[in-house]
């Protein structure tokens, strides 16, 4: 099988596709709508019905009305919205919290059963989360919207250390070195289209 953690990576890909995004980004209303709607869906988890996963969605994601996500209560997952627009990187990113909590999804572990390959797979998967998640971290520290290339490089370095398919970042790392400098600014769309080539590698 292909595991919970590539069939929710697919179906937020299809989901917001079919919500006619305008490129990256989605009207903050739609993306909530969104994100309950397949966060009620999700298999597994202890709520009977998506009565109650739905109930359960609504106490984890308050519906802030554009407050401050310091106004959220202490557990909360906010979908970061800036001027009344959320970006896939930040809806992808929440959903995946939303899957571990409510859908009980567990990070992704190694198992002795499964194949080498599909092992790989969902090692290389959770790398991309983990990108994902560190560059979104580094740019809210910095309060920015783009990344210099040299941070970026950093990043994937750290998540090669540690990966069990080290070769796999070593390929994107000399890819990305083909094609931008140590001067590159990659801006968030830009940094968008990478995550998801790389995750489309990923399951290759």
């Not at 990256?24 to 298999?43: D, I, Q, S, W």
């Not at 930040?90 to 390959?117: I, T």
């Not at 309060?143 to 040299?150: H, I, T, V």
């Amino acid at each position: 099988g292909q595991g919970p953690q590539l069939g929710l990576v697919e179906a937020v890909l299809e989901a917001w596709a079919e919500c006619e995004p305008q490129g990256f980004v989605l009207p903050e209303r739609r993306a909530l709508a969104l994100l309950f709607t397949l966060g009620a869906h999700l298999p597994g988890g202890s709520e009977k019905g998506l009565g109650g996963r739905a109930h359960r969605l609504e106490a984890l994601v308050p519906l802030l009305g554009g407050a401050a996500a310091s106004d959220a209560p202490t557990g909360a997952l906010v979908l970061p919205a800036r001027d009344g627009i959320v970006h896939f990187l930040h809806f992808w990113r929440c959903l995946d919290e939303v899957a571990r909590v409510v859908a009980a999804n567990p990070q992704p572990k190694e198992d002795a059963g499964a194949s080498a390959e599909w092992a790989a797979t969902q090692s290389c998967v959770a790398g991309v989360e983990r990108l994902r998640d560190d560059v979104l971290d580094l740019l809210a520290a910095n309060g920015a919207e783009a990344l210099e290339f040299s941070d970026l490089i950093k990043v994937l370095q750290n998540i090669r250390q540690v990966s069990v398919v080290p070769q796999f970042w070593k390929e994107v790392e000399e890819a990305l070195g083909t094609n931008a400098s140590a001067e590159t600014v990659l801006q968030f769309e830009e940094l968008t289209v990478l995550f998801l080539s790389w995750l489309h590698e990923a399951v290759m």
